[in-house]
Structures are given as C-alpha cells and as structure tokens.
C-alpha cells in the first residue's frame, strides 16, 4: 500500500494506480541527447511528452534540463527521480500519464559551469530552449538583439560566464568550436515570430560583440530550427497538485495540467543529427514560418484579446469569457474577419482551425487565468496583433477588432481596473508603462499617445499611422467611459 506521504520516484511507480500511463521504457537506461534552457510547465508538458513517447524506441534522446533562474523545479523533480505526472483535462475527465524523459535539471546561476560543460558534450545534438519571449534579450519590435539589456551586458563584460540564454548558447558553441566538437542545433520553442531566423541573428548579433570571427561561426556553422509548438498549459495550482496527488496515491511536487490537444511543427534542419521526431507526431516541414504566423495570430492573438477584455470585464479566466456570448463572438469574428484574410498557409483549413480554437478556449476543465496570459504583453503584441495590423493597413483594410485588442492591453497595463483596483502587471516594462499612464493623467487620449510612442512595441511606423492612432485611440476611450464588456457588446452587435 502506499501512504500519502510517499514521493513519486522508481520505486513507487511501480504501484501507481493502472489506469496511470508509465515510461514505456527504463529511465535509467537512458543517455542525454538534448538540453533544454527552460524547464517550466510548458516544455514539461509539450516537448518532454514527445521526447517520453520517442526514449521507448530510441534512449539516446534524453533530456538534461536547465533552469535559468531559480531551483524550485529541480528541488520538486530531484527527491522523485525526476518524475512528474501529466494531467490531461477535457469536459470528459483527466487522463495521467508519468513523464520520466527529462533525466536531470541543473540551475544555472548555482554552477553556471556545470550547465556549460552538459551543453558541450559531444553526445548533445541539440539545444531547445522555452525561455519565454524577454528570454531572447531582444527588441520584440524589431526582433534584434537590445544590446542595452541588463543581462546581455553583463555577459558582454563576463563572455565566459553568462547567464542569459544568448549569452549561454553563444559561449557554448565557442567552446564546442574550440574543441573541435560539431555545434549542436538550436531549436527555439517558444512563440516568436520566425523563431529560427529571430533566433540565429538574435545570437549572431550578440557574437558581434564579442568577436568578428565568432559572429561568422555562428552565422554559417550553427544550424537553428525553427519549430511552432502548441498545447495550452496554465500554470498548476495548489489545488490541482493535490488532486493528481490523490489518484496517484503519493506526492507529485509538481505536476503538471494540459488540454488534449497538442502540436509540434518543426523545421528539418539538424545537419548532426536528430530523433525521428515525426514518429511521435511532430510534422517535419521545410519552412515553419507559415505554420507560427498562422498559430501566432489565431491563437495567440485570440488569447491576448480574450486575456486583457476577459480581465478588464471581470472573467477570472479564458473559459468563463469564453462563456460570456459576446466575448465568443468577438473572438470568432476576430479570427474570421481580420485574421484568416492575412494568413495563407498551404493545406491548412483555417475555419475548421478557428472552429477547434474556439472549442479549446471553452475548455471548462482548464483553469487558464486571464491574468496568466496577460503577462509580458509588450513582448507577445507584436508578433500576436501588430503583425496582422500592419497586414491590414497596408491592404487598406479595416481593423476594429484587433486595435480593440490592442487598446485593451493599454487599459490593462495602466494598473488600475475598472473598479479602481490595482492590477498586478507583469510585465519588463510595467513601470514605465504605469507612469506613463499615470503622467497622461488617465485620459485616455494622453494614455494612448503616450503607448504609441513605446517604440520597443510599436516600431516607429504604427505611431504614425492615424488608420491605426484613431481606432486605437477610440477603443480606449471607450474602455475608459464603458468598460470591457459594454464596449466588446456593441462591437458586436454592429
Ligand atoms: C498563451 C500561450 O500565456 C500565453 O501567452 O497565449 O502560452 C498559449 O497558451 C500557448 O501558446 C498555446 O500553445
């Protein structure tokens, strides 16, 4: 019998309940082929899931995680063996499975050294990285590196010991060089824009502060694929970990909740060496680029827009605004009228995408915050709403949805609800986005043009364009005399 004081390890996996899936392989029999920058919920739940089906027919995939910033994950994973339990929920139930592909997690700032030396071993093929969007260090406007970013300069004056993710894939692969050891691929998953291209000048572009030479490696010799991954994770919740623990019969530390859905598209571009990705279900494609635009603007733009309306109008998350009729529309509309025009991607039947998008969203068993998804969002517009916008305008095409979506983040963002209350704002640049609110005097005309003029979000051509200024502009203002839900009605409703 187990008692519920009992981790999650080898020796108890043996007897979890039946109906809990297991490796269908020996965990200690495998041998690390990938290190992957970012072990939080997302790549627990997406790429260690692909990686876990893939060990029990070739072991020599194993992962070596990395934390760039804090233990916690490595203290949950390290007492039970590195083991946790995946959560799939739908309206019909939760499935679980034990993850067991993730073999070690060393945290980067406790020996930045040990995590060097993992990623030059000759047997690691490929780098991936979940980082999140301000984990790049770059200008999400332009997609180059901000050589102004406090970690990029501090790697710059310590190239030897960095710890930013630029900073750490460029040292590494200057080592791997010197050695005479082939780079390894790099294999961005997180939800830029042209991730791989982004990624590579992102690198480049920091190696040419370095040196000259080691710029023109990084350019030709290191080979980075871009991927498109989807599955919607929310962050686990204390209430979730003590349900899995429950079925499981001992402790999970840290497990994690996920939908049914998933997907991974990934670019063939590995000159040393990969896992048959596609025969765990990943599409291998030549150019991955169409595949992101498509997720990143239905998907994701949806979601921004869900997140910062649903937030504003009072929805704790994505599923309760969902359920609201307005919002749903909203959101469809969103996707049919202003997004699926900018988009063309071969064999791709984008209504029937939408129609699955709208389901997911409603997903009742997912406790997906608005707040969650609000986060960081001067780093996600861009690629999320401003791309589509900048498609529209150039096509002389009407916006009001999105710049809806788009003056929905500037009224979250100034800090304040609509009931007055603070509004806990994650973001790089919450602080200077709440004073710049704050020095416009909440009026919403000022609040606007003071947003406009953040470069690092809008460029310099959108701040100039009055077909983007006046929607955006009166948006906001409605925002401020209505509120979200009133205003998302009569959009509507028109
Ligand atoms: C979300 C994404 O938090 C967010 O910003 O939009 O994490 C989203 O759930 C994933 O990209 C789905 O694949």
């Known amino acids: 019998m187990n008692s519920a004081d009992d981790r999650l390890s080898f020796e108890t996996l043996g007897r979890l309940p039946e109906d809990v899936a297991r490796p269908g392989y020996d965990p200690r029999q495998v041998a690390t082929g990938i290190v992957h920058l970012g072990v939080g919920a997302f790549h627990r739940a997406h790429q260690a899931v692909y990686l876990d089906d893939l060990l029990a027919t070739d072991p020599q995939w194993g992962i070596v995680g990395a934390s760039l910033r804090r233990p916690d994950m490595r203290d949950a994973m390290a007492p039970q063996d590195g083991l946790y339990a995946v959560a799939v929920r739908s309206g019909e139930g939760t499935k679980l499975r034990i993850v067991a592909s993730i073999r070690d997690i060393l945290v980067a700032p406790e ?16 780098v991936s990285l979940t980082v999140t969007e301000k984990g790049y260090c770059h200008d999400p406007a332009t997609g180059d590196l901000n050589a102004e970013h406090p970690d990029v300069k501090a790697d710059l004056a310590n190239p030897r010991a960095p710890t930013s993710a630029p900073g750490l894939l460029v040292e590494a692969l200057r080592r791997r060089r010197d050695a005479g050891i082939v780079p390894f691929t790099v294999m961005p998953c997180d939800n830029l824009p042209a991730n791989g291209p982004t990624v590579h000048r992102i690198m480049s572009q920091y190696a040419a502060l370095i040196d000259g030479e080691l710029a023109r490696f990084v350019e030709r010799d290191v080979a980075v694929a871009g991927t498109m991954v989807d599955r919607i994770v929310p962050a686990t919740t204390d209430a979730d970990t003590d349900e899995i623990c429950a079925t499981l019969g001992v402790k999970d530390a840290w497990p994690v909740v996920t939908e049914p859905f998933t997907q991974w598209v990934i670019e063939d571009r590995f000159p040393t060496g990969r896992p048959d990705f596609a025969s765990v279900g990943a599409e291998m494609v030549p150019d991955v680029e169409p595949y992101e635009r498509m997720k990143l603007r239905m998907l994701n733009g949806s979601h921004s827009t869900l997140a910062y309306l649903g937030y504003l109008a009072g929805y704790e998350t994505v599923s309760k605004t969902m359920a609201d009729p307005a919002f749903e529309r909203l959101v469809g509309e969103l996707m049919s009228e202003e997004v699926i025009p900018t988009l063309d991607v071969a064999g791709a039947d984008l209504p029937a995408y939408r129609d699955a998008l709208i389901a997911r969203f409603h997903n009742p068993a997912l406790k997906h915050r608005t707040w969650q998804i609000a986060m960081d969002g001067s780093q996600k517009l861009p690629q999320r709403l ?20 788009v003056a929905a983040w500037m009224r979250y963002v100034t800090g304040v609800d609509e009931k007055g209350a603070t509004i806990d704002v994650k973001d790089p640049l919450a602080v200077r986005l709440k004073a710049i609110a704050d020095e416009a005097g909440h009026q919403p005309d000022d609040v606007a043009a003071g947003y406009l003029a953040v470069s690092e979000v809008f460029g310099r051509d959108l701040r100039d364009n009055s077909a983007f200024t006046v929607p955006v502009t009166n948006a906001l203002t409605a925002l401020y005399a209505r509120g979200s839900a009133a205003t998302v009605t009569a959009l509507v409703s028109k």
């Open 111 to 126: 020996d930045p050294e040990a995590l060097l030396s993992a990623m030059c071993d000759p047997n690691v093929k490929i």
């Open 386 to 405: 401003l791309g589509t916008i900048r498609d529209r305008l150039e096509a002389g095409q009407p916006i009001d949805r999105l710049a809806l979506g």
